[in-house]
Structures are given as structure tokens and as C-alpha cells.
Nanobody
């Protein structure tokens, strides 16, 4: 059974940066597509970014040019570099993994693996 564990969240001022990491335990995620989602209090889950097994990347419009998703298949499955953070980026960020690329690109439905999340708080 795979467990995804996120880290790197915290409190940061607007304009600052954070780098989220997602580690997998239990087995390797060879062939899996990875995604990041976020959920703010009182709001629905939102897709943030995804990266395919072959390296293709996808972003929600609100983070394009500010966030970078990457992966190191030999180490942690996925990272999210977040720059120029805004208060509206405040949320719990979850990583997800699925053999289906479409499932890690949509906030609807469920992915095969899902992490517990890490809190990101951006203050102005």
C-alpha cells in the first residue's frame, strides 16, 4: 500500500516562496502521473498542477507563471515550487497519484493515492 506524505508547507508573506515535496512509501510510483490539489476552508477542492510520467506539465490558470511542478523519479515523486505567493493561495495542499493522467488533472472524482496534505498560509 502506498502512502503519500506532503511536506514544505508553512506561513509565508505575500510575494514569498515555498517548495512542497511529496514522498511516497510502500512502493515506487513507476508509471504514475502526479498532481497537486488544494482546498481552502469553505471552498471546493481545486486542481493546481499535474505532471505526467513522461514529464508533461499542466497548471490551473491562476498559478501559471508562478508555480512549477517537477518530479524526480529516483527520489520524491513530485515537487511544487510556489513563487510570488498570494493570500488567495492559502489552502491545504494535497498530492495525488494515478495511472490515469486525467484523474490527476481534475478535482472531480478520486485518485488512486492521496496524501493528507500540508497547510500553506500566505499573509499580506
Amino acid at each position: 500500500q502506498v502512502q503519500l506524505v506532503e511536506s514544505g508547507g508553512g506561513l509565508v508573506q505575500a510575494g514569498g516562496s515555498l517548495r512542497l515535496s511529496c514522498a511516497a512509501s510502500g512502493r515506487t510510483l513507476s508509471g504514475y502521473n502526479m498532481g497537486w490539489f488544494r482546498q481552502a476552508p469553505g471552498k471546493e477542492r481545486e486542481f493546481v498542477a499535474a505532471i505526467s510520467w513522461t514529464g508533461g506539465t499542466y497548471y490551473v490558470d491562476s498559478v501559471k507563471g508562478r508555480f512549477i511542478i517537477s518530479r524526480d523519479n529516483a527520489k520524491n515523486p513530485v515537487y511544487l515550487q510556489m513563487n510570488s505567493l498570494k493570500p488567495e493561495d492559502t489552502a491545504v495542499y494535497h498530492c495525488a497519484a494515478d495511472l490515469s493522467l486525467s484523474r490527476v488533472r481534475t478535482a472531480m472524482g478520486s485518485t488512486e493515492y492521496w496524501g493528507q496534505g500540508t497547510q500553506v498560509t500566505v499573509v499580506s
